[in-house]
């Protein structure tokens, strides 16, 4: 349990896209089309967001206090005022990080299960 008595495991399993943001958001604060295009790049492109998917997590994600919208902007030269930005939040964080736990035990038990080193898998 969090001081703020929110369990992270509540909110788990994530979706792979919802995950995906918040793995965006891990390092720094982005706007949209910089989340769609970080998503694509650390996926290989296998995850590919539209903007109506990315703003339905978004909206799922600041209801949930996973993201807040950031108040810092860029730079005048480098800004869009029509642009949100948004970040991670300490719970957020947290929430990924149990996502990321989970994942990983499952990789054990397929690996366990020799299911990944299995020459007959795909």
Same mark, same amino acid.
Request: proline share 5%.
């Given at each position: 349990?969090t001081p703020?008595?929110?369990?992270p !495991?509540q909110y788990?399993?994530?979706t #792979?896209?919802?995950y995906?943001?918040?793995v !965006?958001l #891990?390092?720094d604060e982005?706007?949209? =089309?910089a989340?769609?295009?970080?998503? !694509?790049r650390?996926?290989?492109?296998?995850?590919m967001?539209s903007?109506?998917? *990315?703003y339905?997590i978004?909206? $799922?994600? *600041? !209801?949930?206090? *996973?993201i807040?919208?950031?108040?810092?902007r860029?730079?005048a030269?480098?800004?869009?005022?029509?642009? $949100? =930005? =948004? /970040?991670?939040t300490?719970?957020?964080?947290?929430v990924?990080? #149990?996502?990321?736990?989970?994942?990983?035990?499952?990789?054990?038990? #397929? /690996?366990a299960?020799?299911?990944?080193d299995?020459? $007959?898998?795909a």
């Amino acid at each position: 349990m969090t001081p703020s008595g929110r369990d992270p !495991a509540q909110y788990l399993p994530l979706t #792979a896209p919802l995950y995906h943001v918040l793995v !965006a958001l #891990a390092d720094d604060e982005q706007h949209g =089309y910089a989340i769609i295009k970080t998503v !694509a790049r650390l996926t290989d492109e296998r995850v590919m967001l539209s903007t109506g998917t *990315l703003y339905g997590i978004i909206k $799922r994600l *600041l !209801a949930d206090g *996973l993201i807040v919208e950031s108040r810092r902007r860029p730079a005048a030269a480098k800004d869009d005022e029509r642009r $949100r =930005y =948004y /970040r991670i939040t300490d719970f957020g964080r947290r929430v990924a990080v #149990a996502e990321a736990r989970r994942l990983e035990q499952m990789i054990s038990v #397929a /690996r366990a299960a020799r299911l990944l080193d299995d020459p $007959r898998g795909a």
